[in-house]
């Protein structure tokens, strides 16, 4: 069906792309009332699996956040949510996910009979501040002791003052060298990951808009001429033999 730009402007100027109008007319006989209805259904079907699809990808995100099982599936976020509302903690929850490939019935036996064979690693190591130091080293420690006591202790000063009391000692941590081509670390998997997601829903949402069911009807009248002109070649090749 030819679809000219005589057919396109009215709804252009309603503000209407001119590949939706181009498949909203062919695929409602040009019929202009039904056409707009039409692409206003296909943006609002479109939206919806945009959201959905968004949906998806962030519970990935989340999911990813407490890490892999043993077998290197992500955490089933469903059953976490289970285990917390029975009253469970939440970090030792997913810990007995990952230990138990997303069993809940495991997960259950080892949080209630086994808890102490759930240990949970911080990932991000405390640093302390300036402040806590000088308190410690006024009371006539090594600053590199100080730093390494409050570290252990996670910045408790009374705890980390009777670790060296105690005569606990802290290796000093070795200096960084200062080099003149420096190489960038390489980003946590936890980051790539994370990127490959941000990525995805960024493809997703392109894939959305540019790809639909009716995208067979979305042609120009320069395209359509051009298909007729070919349509016509070969029908005369047919005829001619």
């Known amino acids: 069906m030819s679809v000219t730009e005589q057919d396109v402007l009215p709804l252009m100027q309603m503000g209407f792309e001119p590949r939706e109008i181009r498949i909203g007319l062919r695929a409602t006989g040009k019929n202009l009332s039904v056409a707009i209805q039409y ?18 990808i962030l519970l990935r995100k989340k999911a990813i ?40 019935d495991l997960s259950i036996k080892l949080l209630t009979e086994s808890p102490h064979l759930l240990t949970i690693r911080d990932p991000k190591p405390y640093i ?10 006024a009371m006539g420690f090594e600053a590199a002791q100080a730093a390494g ?37 390489v980003k946590p998997s936890k980051d790539l990951e994370q990127e ?16 639909d069911d009716d ?3 979305d042609f120009t009248l320069e395209d359509e001429t051009q298909i007729l002109e070919q349509y016509r070649n070969i029908m005369q090749q047919a005829m001619n033999n």
């Open 39 to 56: 692409i206003l259904n296909v943006r609002e079907k479109k939206r919806l699996r945009r959201e959905e699809e968004k949906k998806r």
């Open 65 to 104: 956040k407490w890490g892999k099982t043993k077998s290197g599936n992500l955490i089933d976020l469903s059953i976490l949510k289970t285990l917390k509302s029975m009253g469970f903690e939440k970090k030792l929850a997913a810990e007995a996910l990952k230990q138990t490939d997303n069993s809940e």
């Open 128 to 137: 302390p501040t300036q402040e806590q130091i000088d308190q410690v080293t």
């Open 149 to 185: 006591a409050l570290k252990a202790s996670r910045g408790d000063i009374q705890k980390a003052m009777d670790m060296l009391l105690a005569g606990q000692v802290f290796e000093p941590e070795p200096e960084t060298p200062n080099l003149e081509n420096k190489v960038d670390p």
């Open 196 to 211: 490959s997601l941000d990525l995805e829903i960024s493809e997703l949402i392109k894939d959305v808009n540019e790809n």
């Open 215 to 217: 995208s067979h009807l």
